[in-house]
C-alpha cells in the first residue's frame, strides 16, 4: 500500500482542521490512536476517506487515495495554526493481515505486540528498522499495517517474508486483495463508487489538483447499469455502512445534508451471493458456437481503477447498484457489494442482476441478499489472550 498518499500535519490546529472537514467526532482521539476518517462536500457526497494516525499532541498522519488532496486543498483554504506536508513515497506501507499475523509480526520484531488493541498504534523495529505498527484488519481478521521510512521498505518486508514462510505467508495481488475487501466489506473509491469531483462546486479544486487523465481515471465506468450523470455513483457515508462514524457533536463539511440523509436513510450496503447456476450459464455460455457469448468474468474479479456497476432489479425496477463482483475461493461463491434499496435490504431477500452491457448480450443473474461484511469480524478479537 506504499502508492498511498500521505499527508502529515503538526502544530496546535492539526486537530481542529480535521474536525472541520470529518464526519467523525474528535471529542476522544487519544496519542497511539487511529481513526477511519471520512470527508464529504456540502451535499453529504464522499470526496475521500483513509485513516488517520494522532502520532503526538500536535500532529498528525493521514494516509488515503483521493482524501489526501481534498485535505491539502481545504487546509489550504484557510490560515490554520499548523503546518502540512505531502510526503508521498518518503514512507512505504505494507500489511500483513489473516490469523497468523500476530504470529508473524512477534517472530519478526522479536517483542509481544499483543497491548496493541485495535486501531491503536506503537513503534516496533525489525533489527535497526524503526517503524509504527498500526493495528487494523482489512481482511476482517487481525492485521497490522507498518508505517516507516522507504530506505528500509525492503529489509522490513524481507524479513517478515522470510519468517512468514513457516506460517504460509503469501503475496497478494492488486485484484485478489480488492476480494478482502468484499468479503468483509470495504468499500473503495473508483472502485465501488466515484468521488464528488465533478459538480460545479469542485471545479477548482478538481482542475488544481487533478490532471484531465486522472479525472477520467476516476471517472471510469462500466456494466450493465446506465446513468444520466456521473453523480449516480457518487456515495454518502449513510450509503456506505459509514453511519456510525458520523457524529454532529462539531461542525463539518456537508454536516446539514448528512443530517438529513441520516433521518431520511433510503438505501444501505449489504452484500449479493450471485446464483451458482446462472453463473456457471455465462461461463457456458464461452463454448456455445450457437450464440453469442455473455461478457466474460474476470477472475477472481474485474481489473482495478474502474467503477464495474450493474442494476440490480425486483420485479423490473431498479432497486440498486451492484459493483467489485467477485469469486471468494473461501466461500466458494460469486459475491458483490451492492448499495440496496432498504426495502429490499432483509438477508434473504432475492434481487436480479443484470451482466453485461447494453446493447449487448446480458444475463438476468439471481442474487441473494446477505449481510455486509459477509465473513464474521474478527478484527477486534482480544489478542490478550491468545
Known amino acids: 500500500w506504499t502508492p498511498l498518499q500521505k499527508m502529515h500535519v503538526k502544530g496546535p490546529d492539526a486537530i481542529p482542521f480535521f474536525a472541520s472537514i470529518a464526519v467523525n467526532s474528535f471529542a476522544k482521539f487519544d496519542i497511539g490512536q487511529a481513526k477511519h476518517v471520512i470527508f464529504c462536500n456540502n451535499a453529504a457526497k464522499i470526496m475521500g476517506e483513509g485513516v488517520l494516525m494522532r502520532l503526538a499532541d500536535e500532529e498528525v498522519l493521514f494516509t488515503s487515495g483521493p482524501g489526501v488532496p ?59 528498522a524503526a517503524f509504527q505498527v498500526l493495528r487494523q484488519g482489512m481482511a476482517g481478521e487481525v492485521g497490522y499495517e507498518l508505517h516507516g521510512p522507504i530506505d528500509q521498505a525492503r529489509k522490513v518486508f524481507s524479513a517478515i517474508w522470510d519468517i512468514g514462510q513457516e506460517f504460509g505467508i503469501r503475496r497478494l495481488g492488486g485484484r485478489t486483495k480488492q476480494v478482502n475487501h468484499v468479503e468483509a466489506c470495504f468499500p473503495t473509491p473508483s472502485i465501488d463508487y466515484v468521488p464528488a469531483l465533478y459538480g460545479k462546486s469542485e471545479v477548482e479544486y478538481a482542475t488544481t489538483y487533478f490532471s484531465t487523465n486522472a479525472l477520467e481515471v476516476y471517472r471510469t465506468t462500466d456494466g450493465s447499469y446506465e446513468y444520466n450523470d456521473i453523480s449516480e455513483l457518487y456515495r454518502t457515508p449513510v450509503e456506505l455502512g459509514w453511519g456510525k462514524n458520523v457524529k454532529f457533536d462539531h461542525n463539518f463539511i456537508g454536516r446539514a445534508a448528512l443530517e438529513t440523509e441520516v433521518k431520511e436513510a433510503r438505501r444501505k450496503l449489504v452484500t449479493l451471493v450471485w446464483n451458482a447456476e446462472d453463473v456457471a450459464e455465462i461461463y457456458a455460455s464461452l463454448f456455445d458456437k450457437q450464440a453469442t457469448p455473455y461478457l466474460y468474468m474476470e477472475m477472481p474479479r474485474g481489473n482495478l481503477g474502474c467503477v464495474f456497476a450493474d442494476k440490480v432489479l425486483c420485479d423490473e425496477d431498479i432497486v440498486g447498484v451492484s459493483t467489485s463482483r467477485c469469486y471468494s475461493y473461501y466461500f466458494r461463491e460469486m459475491l458483490s457489494l451492492c448499495v440496496l434499496d432498504l426495502e429490499h435490504c432483509n438477508p434473504g431477500s432475492q434481487v436480479t442482476v443484470v451482466w453485461g452491457r447494453p446493447g449487448q448480450s446480458q444475463k438476468s443473474v439471481r442474487a441473494t441478499v446477505a449481510s455486509a461484511p459477509y465473513k464474521t469480524d474478527n478484527r477486534r478479537v482480544d489478542v490478550s489472550k491468545l
Request: glycine share 6%.
Open 70 to 128: 481534498w485535505a491539502d486543498y481545504c487546509f489550504k483554504k484557510a490560515d490554520w495554526n499548523a503546518e502540512a506536508e505531502l510526503i508521498g513515497d518518503r514512507q512505504f506501507i505494507l500489511q500483513v493481515q489473516g490469523p497468523s499475523s500476530l504470529d508473524v509480526m512477534e517472530r519478526a520484531t522479536g517483542e509481544s505486540l499483543r497491548d496493541i488493541r485495535f486501531m491503536r498504534f506503537r513503534e516496533s523495529r525489525i533489527g535497526d
